[in-house]
């Protein structure tokens, strides 16, 4: 029930254990960025990284490895489908 | 955007359409429990085209729509005081009480703040020490972590005049209610997508192992939407329910353990009222005393009104998924998203309100 | 004037308000019959007939990137002109200022409306200024209104569409108003964001002079946005219209914004683009003419006018699904759900 989108680690600031310290990071996507927090984020990103962001906090990392093996095994069942059966 | 144009490729969306087709060899129905789900799957244009058999109904899975008419009036009233600043989401804006939405109440002169994150409703208690400021704290667990930080950040920054009125609820407890009843039949779930990012894809064996239910957990766009409507209907061809997680790339087995410790720490779970559901308990959380201080209730002694609900809306029957919009006699009638009457047809992404801007091309 | 901000006797008709249109007024919008300064602007007799126009701009900021709430006032009226095929003559200027509005950000909005009116070619002939006490006004609200000439045989009307007729969108969405939404506190979205404010006349003068009757309906989508002007199109004409979502442009900056706040690029508001329905056989010329113009060298059909329940406007998703674009019955707001 929840608008986020994933967006790319620019600046990373903080320390993950002292919650005293700002736990934030800059982030973008296609022109745009935004600083977010960190307070909740699974890990501790890189800069780099890809962040899953609502509400202006990281609420996941993205596993870029299981995008890649996601899509791939998405297209592999696109392709098998016979082309007499797209019409 | 990446991670995000790839999984909306219409190029691979017309055979994951024709594998739909072909993997839907029995009728089926499928209960989707997030609003954000409902909203992508009209907006793709999937409801248009859904092969025949395959049912879908929506679940309680819109913050917005689940709050009580009494919280709303609770937090009218809040707005109406003076001297107090509320902070919200938009999505809270139009949502009707018993007698108007903090839209009314802005319009006679109340304080009422559109925030895109908590922390900015933070930022307005400090920067105006004179007014005593309250968020209204509607949503799921993807929205709970971060008000549970906002608050440990006040506590820490020493910022006295926030405040937080928690109608938070927590996901897994409605869906046991909905499924014990036993007029409800579904075949299977397609289960939150951020939501699990949070809980994890875990929290629904339970699902699996007590009604047999099929559970997919999906992301937002159009592939995945497909990917985790053919992952359901074959799960059901096949008799053979698991949790099957197709958004990976978002979504773990064991969610966010650093996310769950920070709600634990700022939140302890309470019995709670669902607009529709009744009370369900431990379905809700509340702030631990050790944070009482910002918890607005407490601050300013709320006595949570009695509302009763518009006669003949059927927003209840509906978020059990045992109405569709078009059955609900006030629908498109009395209550249109100019003058909504329940929060199905004035949250963005309430049944009602999908149905009624997406609906029947 | 030795005062830095404006006072009530600003707008009392006195000295006061003599220095100001002395001072300021005329040091930017000089010209030969508001130089006179008398009660009514006389305009020479032209060929044709009048077109007559009126808006108000309250927008908060005052100031945000690409523009601000004076070039908008005058782009806007001259576009609203422009809509009906009209040559925009001149217009008059209308200020209600509040008690205490910075007089240095007057000057800069007078200044930023003297450029506009200069490069449109449009002359400001008439105005008027009133002050309100302090907390009865939002720093600064403008209004314009103007006259063009319409040429005798032009009827550039909402009721003119055909089926068959294509629409067309001058550039992309949603740039004026996810713009002003960043600006407003408390969301902080970094990125080539602006208003794409901007006069239409000159394109629609080329549209008109080698297109003609083919140009059935013009419309600025303003506040609704896309979908609330097509929408009260296709009820004015009484037919349906089908878009295609691929065909809608949208610069990747004001797609990822709206993603974040969850807005929809098809409901914000445009300053300086414009909807063109144009018979099925002068499309092509029609865009030959726009991709000739600045303010139309992203002109693309984004779908068309057809037979079907009067006033529905659906689109056509990529996967092969559709779903209708309904009105827009409120602000849009940011949200998380």
């Not at chain 3, 108003?177 to 208003?195: C, D, F, P, V, Y």
Request: aromatic fraction near 4%; glycine fraction near 10%; proline fraction near 6%.
């Amino acid at each position: 029930m929840c608008l986020a989108i994933p967006m790319r680690v620019t600046q990373v600031s903080g320390d993950p254990d002292d919650f005293t310290t700002s736990q934030v990071a800059t982030v973008d996507a296609d022109g745009i960025s935004q600083e977010i927090r960190l307070d909740v984020v699974d890990r501790w990103p890189e800069i780099g990284d890809y962040l899953i962001i609502h509400a202006g906090f990281a609420i996941h990392t993205l596993d870029e490895e299981e995008a890649k093996a996601n899509i791939e095994l998405i297209r592999k069942m696109a392709e098998s489908m016979p082309e007499e059966l797209l019409r | 955007m990446k991670y995000v144009d790839e999984f909306r490729d219409s190029a691979l969306a017309r055979p994951l359409l024709a594998e739909l087709k072909k993997s839907c060899t029995r009728p089926l129905r499928v209960m989707e429990v997030c609003g954000s789900h409902t909203m992508a799957i009209f907006r793709n244009g999937i409801r248009s085209i859904l092969p025949e058999g395959f049912e879908l109904i929506s679940g309680p899975g819109c913050p917005v729509c689940v709050t009580s008419a009494s919280h709303m009036d609770a937090f009218i009233a809040m707005a109406d005081q003076p001297g107090v600043r509320v902070a919200i989401f938009g999505d809270l804006f139009r949502v009707p009480g018993s007698t108007g939405s903090l839209a009314n109440a802005s319009s006679r002169g109340a304080k009422v703040d559109i925030v895109y994150s908590p922390m900015d409703a933070l930022d307005l208690a400090a920067a105006n020490p004179r007014d005593l400021v309250v968020f209204l704290g509607v949503g799921f667990e993807t929205t709970t972590p971060g008000i549970a930080a906002t608050i440990k950040a006040a506590k820490l920054r020493k910022i006295t005049n926030f405040t937080v009125f928690s109608t938070h609820k927590v996901m897994p407890p409605p869906l046991t209610a909905l499924l014990d009843d036993p007029e409800l039949r579904i075949d299977g779930l397609l289960c939150p997508g951020h939501v699990s990012s949070i809980i994890g894809a875990g929290a629904y064996q339970v699902l699996v192992d007590k009604y047999r239910l099929a559970c997919v957990v999906a992301g937002f766009e159009t592939v995945d939407l497909l990917n985790g409507l053919i992952l359901l209907a074959r799960q059901v061809a096949n008799g053979a329910p698991a949790v099957e997680n197709t958004y990976p790339r978002a979504v773990s087995w064991e969610g966010n353990p650093r996310a769950l410790k920070m709600v634990a720490e700022i939140f302890e779970p309470v019995d709670m009222e669902w607009r529709g559901l009744g009370v369900i308990p431990e379905s809700g959380l509340r702030i631990r005393p050790d944070y009482s201080e910002f918890d607005a209730e407490k601050r300013l002694d709320v006595v949570l009104p009695e509302a009763e609900e518009a006669k003949g809306c059927r927003c209840g029957e509906i978020l059990k998924g045992k109405s569709s919009p078009p059955e609900c006699p006030l629908f498109n009638t009395r209550c249109t998203p100019a003058n909504p009457i329940g929060p199905c047809m004035v949250s963005s992404e309430g049944t009602c309100a999908a149905y009624q801007k997406y609906g029947g091309a | 004037m030795s005062e830095k901000t404006i006072l009530l006797d600003h707008g009392s008709g006195g000295t006061a308000s003599q220095d100001l249109i002395g001072n300021l007024f005329l040091k930017y919008l000089d010209n030969a019959i508001l130089h006179g300064l008398e009660d009514s602007a006389i305009l020479e007799n032209q060929p044709g007939r009048l077109a007559f126009s009126t808006d108000s701009y309250v927008v908060d900021p005052i100031f945000f990137p690409g523009g601000d709430i004076g070039k908008l006032a005058v782009h806007g009226t001259i576009n609203d002109l422009a809509m009906r095929g009209a040559r925009p003559l001149c217009l008059s200027l209308g200020l209600i200022l509040e008690e205490g509005f910075a007089l240095a950000d007057l000057e800069k909005i007078i200044a930023s409306i003297a450029e506009a009116s200069k490069s449109s070619g449009v002359p400001i002939v008439t105005g008027d200024t009133k002050v309100v006490p302090k907390g009865k006004g939002d720093k600064i609200f403008i209004n314009t209104s103007g006259i063009g000439i319409v040429d005798e045989n032009l009827d550039i009307s909402s009721t003119r569409g055909r089926p068959g007729d294509n629409v067309i969108l001058s550039g992309t969405m949603g740039d004026h108003g996810i713009t002003i939404m960043t600006r407003r506190a408390g969301i902080s979205l970094q990125g080539r964001l602006e208003s794409d404010t901007m006069a239409l006349h000159t394109m629609v003068a080329k549209l008109v002079a080698e297109v003609g009757d083919g140009v059935h309906t013009m419309r600025d989508p303003t506040r609704g946005g896309v979908a609330t002007s097509l929408n009260e199109i296709a009820a004015s004409c009484k037919l349906s219209i089908e878009l295609k979502e691929e065909d809608l442009p949208v610069t990747p900056e004001v797609r990822t914004a709206c993603e974040i706040l969850g807005l929809e690029p098809l409901y914000l508001a445009n300053e300086g683009k414009c909807l063109v329905i144009v018979s099925a056989e002068q499309t092509q010329q029609a865009l030959a003419v726009m991709h000739g113009c600045r303010e139309g060298a992203q002109a693309q059909v984004i779908g068309r006018l057809i037979e079907g329940p009067p006033g529905r406007v659906v689109i056509n998703t990529p996967i092969g699904g559709s779903r209708i674009v309904t009105p827009l019955h409120g602000e849009p707001l940011p949200r998380i759900c």
